[in-house]
């Protein structure tokens, strides 16, 4: 067996209905060992054994449900899929515009008390038909799709409810409109509900396209993580250099990478040293000092010197595409929510029909005369009553006021499955630079020695490290800068890759840089060693400065962390919310910074690609989580978590890969994301009771189980207002979400 796993496209999908039918499609084929199907990312995940499954098997599947696997040819139908979305968002919300302004029309020319202000037109019969029909056939006929298919597979979604509903109010306002005096024959005012049905597709089509809107540019995380890779190598070859395509590199290969470059693969320094800012993938802002025998990463820029290295991680090894296989893999893994609407459904609708056929049965055989009238009557007042709408419109409304009521608090909420998830986190895991600290090294200390004063030990280091790259001398740079401090001239400068600097400034020797250099220039720092050693537990990194051979101060530089932060881990604590935090530093650094916001679980020395693993080990303890994060290295945990959330102000991969983003960069905000998901789920919670309440109360009376005690029956025409009724509680419920204030605590 030759077991093979396969991403691919699939055009057509709109609903969870899509999802299970390609599931149990594709899972049927021989040898298929498992089948994922990803409404967001509209694509499929297959595990199979190629011996016995080919594409065109796999085509196969997918079409025999009415859609299309876009297997062959990808790259063609990739280039194309940004305009292909944007094409059907474009005519979803032209569905949505007619629908609603048609309705609106119908709805001004029918209801009691709008229509006295309309023109007679409007509140013609045949007129409202001919403006209800492409609505119901056109703007809807999507769920008649969908519920073809599913009726085709024995299976009963929103969309069957939707149709049922629609269809039904649509064909009784037919019928009364071509043949209104049979209506007035049997006692029954001629009257249509046109407003009904065209109404509620419309707004039901417009929960959708906002959902659509927000699934929009997901797919595009994957393809800025492969625009990240260098795209050319120089290798070493007979002694001479050549510039090769990336993909020409082969392991062994000697490569050198000047200052300023990318390096192209992943390898082991031979000859050379430098600093190499590994942030685009560590996510750690202060560059790492590489030497002869140290390992390099792909797609990471060297800083400071020129070096050679051998190829040891080529194409699909390298760490930068594990960390986009990891991505595409957690974005493709289906998220183990089921809608509860959904759920009900499945069973609701068969028990309405079957209801609905002995209401008719039972009233043609022992109603009194004309028994078939008052059996089609009942019967279709029956399926009025049963008619969806509240509970189609009872997630969308909700989730479409949070996360409206998301945006005002710079909360941007993806889509409608993250808000959901969110009320039911217990853990959150928080990485440590860029998210808890600003990611950008600030001077914290400055300690002179030997009299001289901070001021004069500034000016010195800020002069010798203007001319040099590293991040550490750009924060020096800043701070002096920020003093408004004049630098001097600096000459005979040299840069002592791994060590730090020396040079002459107004007129001294100055040596800056790490112990390392210290020892090597015999510099004594036995005065300080106390200070160092003090400043180093506590996660800073330390440089000394030397003048004229003699040791003449220390600067202390730390990544500092977020105002927001202490206050936004103390209201998380406050919701009863285990804190923990993962980072590549050492245990060290990571302690010293986890202690200061009194978080008790840390996780140090965590490397990139072992993130998202570290978030699912959690995961199987039975918790509920979330993962917050800013950097490339965050994106597979990010997309493995529950529910990511990322900084509006890391990358856009980290950005895309998240469910949820923060764009007011605001810790306290992760918070009100939770809060603001419970308080939406109870507004869906209190819908669902009312539209159900409604269905479980009437059905009963529409079927005349009223009617040999106290002669009542329900006449559709209050069906249909019972209908409305229950769709507009729904709606206003959910716009009380926006008067309701959204605090750190529920």
Known sequence: MTETKKTFPIKGMHCASCVTLLENSLNKIDGVKKATVNLATEKATVLYDSEKVTDQHLEGAVSNVGYKALISGEERHEADEKAEKQKELHDLKARVMVSLFLGGLILWGSFPVLMDTSPEILQNFFIQLLLATPVQFWAGWGFYRATILALRHRTANMDTLVVIGTTVAYGYSAFVALFPNMIKNIGIEAAPYFDVSTIIIGLILLGRYFEAKAKAGTSEAIKKLVGMQAKTARIIKDGKEHDIAIDQVQIGDVIRVRPGEKIPVDGIIIEGESSIDESMVTGESIPVDKSKGANVIGATMNKTGTFTFKATKIGQETMLAQIIKLVQEAQGSKAPIQRLADLVSSYFVPAVLMLAIATFVVWYIFGNPPAITFALLNMIAVLIIACPCAMGLATPTAIMVGTGKGAEHGILIKDAESLETAHKINTI??????????????????????????????????????????????????????????????????????????????????????????????????????????????????????????????????????????EGLLALQSLGIEIVMITGDNQRTASAIGNSLGIKRILAEVLPDQKEAEVRKIQAEGKVVAMVGDGINDAPALAAADVGIAMGSGTDVAI????????????????????????????????????FGYNIILIPVAMGVLYPFFGILLNPIFASMAMATSSISVVLNSLLLKKKTIGLLP
Do not use: Y
Not at 660 to 681: G, Q, R, Y
């Open 429 to 566: 895991i928080f990485d440590k630079t860029g998210t808890l600290t600003k990611g950008q090294p600030e001077v914290t200390d400055i300690i002179p020695v030997n009299s001289a004063n901070k001021d004069e030990l500034l000016i010195l280091a800020g002069s010798i490290e203007k001319g040099s790259e590293h991040s550490l001398a750009e924060a020096i740079v800043k701070s002096a800068e920020a003093k408004n401090l004049a630098l001097f001239k600096v000459e005979k400068f040299r840069a002592i890759p791994g060590h730090g600097v020396e040079g002459t400034v107004d007129g001294k020797r100055i040596i800056f840089g790490n112990k390392r250099l210290m020892d090597k220039e015999n510099i004594a720092i036995v005065s300080a060693s106390d200070k160092i050693s003090e400043m180093e537990i506590n996660g800073k990194t330390v440089m000394m400065l030397a003048a004229q051979g003699k040791l003449a101060g220390l600067i202390a530089v730390a990544d500092i962390i977020k105002e927001s932060a202490k």
């Open 656 to 691: 895309e890969s998240a469910d949820i983003t923060l764009i007011n960069k605001d810790l306290k905000s992760v918070a009100t994301a939770i809060v603001l998901s419970k308080k939406t789920m109870k507004t869906i919670k209190q819908n669902l009771f009312w539209a």
